[in-house]
């Protein structure tokens, strides 16, 4: 499994394409435009945050939003070229910034050659998930060809992938729609990478099913926590704690075992600071993303507390994938001071937890470290004050960290 290093990470997650303002299409004929200094140039505000790794959305050559791949080996060239990719590694480790490298394995772009030669019929079939005469296609996207991964072939080319580019430099890789995915592919592959690369970490991307189950079988160090996030804006809407006190005891479950990507928002959801009702309770989302184990990902702009409402049509993601304006002066304290005590306390990346004073608008949950470590996030969506054992009363709509 990955190395140490995982307990020590804040990602900050970027969706490159969309950050640095690329076009929506890549032609036929699209040369290369030297767009990925401009990420760059915000690495310095990754740092001042008090995040440590970058986690990168979709960089290979694609047809579309980045999870069309047709080139695996290849720099989108809307965001430049294998000099730009390279410069931004060198920048990112002249900080200590890990990179996540986002991986898009359950299905390729119909352009991908192998995938088109399947298709067309000049090629082997074997690249491509059959159904009679019809390829799978993912979720019913026609641009999506799901790929077969019983293949030999397919499980060496993802091996092959996954370790050119982190000889190149990253440190993990992110799996999208690894729920789609049979785990025993995982299982197959990343025992090979590893082989090479044994600190590498790597995370599935799971919205639904058995988590524990999952990282088992497949061999994978952690999974997308989407548990957790949907009940952390759920209860803070609904008021109702309960159901993130419900979460909670899952999430204890299977932190015991491996360490999942906790966040509150990403590429592909409304942004936080759209999605709950009450702005009063934006800080009660961020203070638990970090208060609570596991390995926190903050979605760029959610800091700066950016809108944005995730719609189901064509360019419906575009809201949540905004391009970045040069560097602010500042802003993020919020984010930036929550950092700090994750920093301070950094036991808190696999704490032991529980709740206490549990009402619908109440709660104290307790974390605990392996060498007697206690805190306590008191969170009160009330509107009288919440009064916890002997510290101060947390005023209305308001949270506290507190010695447990």
């Keep these: 499994m990955s190395g140490d290093w995982v307990r020590h990470v804040i990602w900050w997650h970027v969706y490159p394409l969309g950050f640095v303002g690329a076009e929506p299409e890549a032609g036929p004929g699209t040369g290369v435009t030297h767009r990925l200094g401009h990420l760059t140039e915000w690495l310095d505000h990754l740092i001042g945050l008090g995040c440590n790794g970058l986690a990168l959305g979709p960089v290979f050559a694609s047809g579309t939003h980045g999870y069309d791949t047709v080139d695996y080996l290849r720099v989108d060239p809307r965001l430049g070229d294998d000099g730009d990719f390279d410069a931004l590694v060198a920048a990112c480790r002249e900080r200590g910034i890990r990179i996540l490298l986002d991986g898009v394995f359950n299905h390729a772009g119909r352009e991908f050659p192998p995938v088109r ?33 019983t293949s030999p072939v397919v499980r060496d080319f993802v091996v092959d992938v996954m370790c050119h580019w982190l000889e190149r430099g990253a440190d993990g890789w992110r ?7 049979d785990p025993e592919f995982w299982a197959a592959v990343l025992p090979r990478v590893r082989e090479r ?24 160090d952690a999974v997308t926590q989407y548990e957790l996030w949907k009940a952390v804006w759920s209860s803070l809407n609904d008021r109702n704690l309960f159901e993130l006190a419900w979460a909670l005891d899952r999430h204890r479950a299977w932190t015991a075992d491996f360490l999942p990507l906790t966040f509150l928002g990403n590429h592909d959801v409304t942004r936080i600071a759209s999605r709950l009702t009450d702005p009063r309770h934006r800080g009660h989302a961020a203070a638990l993303l970090f208060f609570l184990p596991g390995v926190p990902s903050v979605y760029y702009g959610d800091e700066f507390g950016y809108q944005g409402v995730k719609e189901d049509r064509p360019g419906g993601d575009d809201a949540v994938r905004p391009a ?25 990346t696999s704490a032991r937890i529980s709740t206490d004073g549990l009402t619908n608008e109440t709660v104290a949950i307790i974390a605990e470290g392996p060498a007697g470590q206690r805190l ?11 009064g916890y054992g002997h510290h101060d009363p947390v005023p209305p709509h308001s949270w506290a960290i507190v010695p447990g």
């Excluded at 970045?324 to 808190?348: C, F, H, K, N, T």
């Design 117 to 149: 030669a399947a298709l067309d019929g000049s090629g082997p079939r074997e690249w491509v998930r059959w159904s009679g005469e019809y390829p799978y296609l993912f979720e019913g996207h026609d641009r999506l060809i799901t790929l077969d991964h």
């Design 175 to 181: 799996l999208d729609a690894a729920y789609a995915v």
């Design 197 to 220: 690369f044994p600190e590498a970490w790597f995370v599935g991307e799971m919205i639904h099913g058995d988590y524990g189950d999952y990282v088992k079988r497949s061999s994978l």
């Design 324 to 348: 970045m304006p040069p560097v602010p002066a500042g802003g993020g304290e919020e984010y930036q001071r929550l950092i700090g005590i994750r920093r301070r306390d950094s036991w808190l």
């Design 376 to 386: 306590a996030l008191l969170l009160n969506l009330a509107d009288k004050p919440f």
